[in-house]
């Protein structure tokens, strides 16, 4: 071969997002299933109107380590969160004298399934509201209890609790609530601007170069459906705003705050991109 041409091969295989060298891999083809008896849905038929046919989880493009820690409830070290979070379920706390299961009595059955239907219009904040925000919204209006500090530990556990019980369902938003789809629409905005001095994107990264490599990181489509995530490079779990934060950190761009509109809007759209897959809180990720 001429030098030409092993050097077009090369650009073939390897291009720059950022100026950091990628080079390409298929995700894996293998199936999900929970202690062997929770089948989750990990690939899928993408929405109308999505840039791709299917969609995935980002399990797929993980480490045969990675992957198998999920595989296993009993290895899976975000489960320790999930039992943090139902310890706090059941404690009482705040000027009204309650705790969360004083109302919603036992949450595998009363909150089965609902963390997949979030975000979800809320008529009295007339914004949509995130599993985070529903649970800072029990705590002031129904226990009086002050909302929690983002990211504080009772957060992360109390949220992947709560998204727990929605283990293997499908991720479904309801955009005919309330003013949702005008949020899609900021969200899908705020995903296609390119901002930060490496002028990137979302799409630049999940869409357009997932299936390569960034450094260490192999690239998913940046699907939401594990969040809050427990991240072995963090040794900790991940609320979903973090991580959005670190991905626009990344692109050396300013990052909005928790909860404001930019990540709202940004949470009800990627989380349309991943309808169908399964709940798979508590994720294990790199
Ligand atoms: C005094 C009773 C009371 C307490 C205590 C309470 N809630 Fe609620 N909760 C409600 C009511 C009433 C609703 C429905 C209206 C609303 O959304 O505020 C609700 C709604 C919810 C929903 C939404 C259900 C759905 O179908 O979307 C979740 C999730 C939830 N609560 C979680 C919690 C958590 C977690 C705690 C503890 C931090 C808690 N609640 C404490 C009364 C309570
Ligand atoms: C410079 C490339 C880059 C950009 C730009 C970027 N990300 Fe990421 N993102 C990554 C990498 C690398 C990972 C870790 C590997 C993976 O899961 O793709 C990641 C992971 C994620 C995950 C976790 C996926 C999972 O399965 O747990 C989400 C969600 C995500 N990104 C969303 C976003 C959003 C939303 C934006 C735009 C605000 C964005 N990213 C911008 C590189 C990027």
């Known amino acids: 071969m001429s030098r030409k041409l092993i050097l077009a091969a090369a650009t073939a295989a390897v291009v720059s997002v950022g100026g950091a060298l990628v080079a390409s891999a298929d995700p894996v083809d293998e199936e999900l299933v929970i202690d062997g008896e929770i089948p989750m849905v990990i690939r899928t038929k993408a929405?109308?109107?999505?840039?791709?046919?299917?969609?995935?989880?980002?399990?797929?493009?993980?480490?045969?380590?990675?992957?198998?820690?999920?595989?296993?409830?009993?290895?899976?070290?975000?489960?320790?969160?999930?039992?943090?979070?139902?310890?706090?379920?059941?404690?009482?706390?705040g000027e009204a004298g309650k705790s969360c299961a004083s109302c919603h009595g036992d949450a595998a059955e009363t909150m089965a399934g609902v963390a997949a239907a979030y975000p979800k219009w809320d008529a009295d904040a007339e914004r949509p509201i995130n599993v985070e925000l529903q649970i800072d919204k029990c705590r002031e209006n129904n226990m009086k209890a002050e909302p929690y500090k983002f990211d504080a530990p009772e957060q992360r556990a109390l949220t992947t609790f709560l998204k727990h019980q929605s283990l293997g369902k499908p991720v479904q938003v309801d955009l005919s609530q309330g003013d949702m789809q005008s949020w899609w629409d900021q969200g899908k905005e705020v995903y296609y601007t390119r901002t930060g001095q490496l002028n990137l994107s979302c799409a630049s990264c999940h869409e357009e170069n997932n299936g390569k490599y960034i450094r260490a990181d192999h690239l998913s489509q940046g699907n939401v459906n594990g969040f809050p995530t427990y991240r072995l490079k963090q040794g900790n779990m991940v609320l979903l705003h973090s991580r959005f934060r670190g991905c626009i950190r990344d692109t050396r761009a300013e990052f909005p705050a928790p909860f404001?509109?930019?990540?709202?809007?940004?949470?009800?759209?990627?989380?349309?991109?991943?309808?169908?897959?399964?709940?798979?809180?508590?994720?294990?990720?790199?």
């Open 47 to 93: 929405p109308e109107g999505h840039p791709f046919d299917e969609v995935l989880s980002g399990w797929l493009f993980r480490t045969p380590e990675t992957r198998s820690l999920e595989e296993d409830t009993f290895t899976n070290p975000g489960m320790l969160y999930v039992e943090r979070g139902e310890e706090i379920w059941n404690t009482v706390e």
């Open 260 to 286: 404001s509109d930019e990540l709202m809007a940004l949470e009800v759209y990627t989380t349309w991109r991943g309808t169908g897959l399964s709940v798979e809180t508590p994720a294990v990720r790199q």
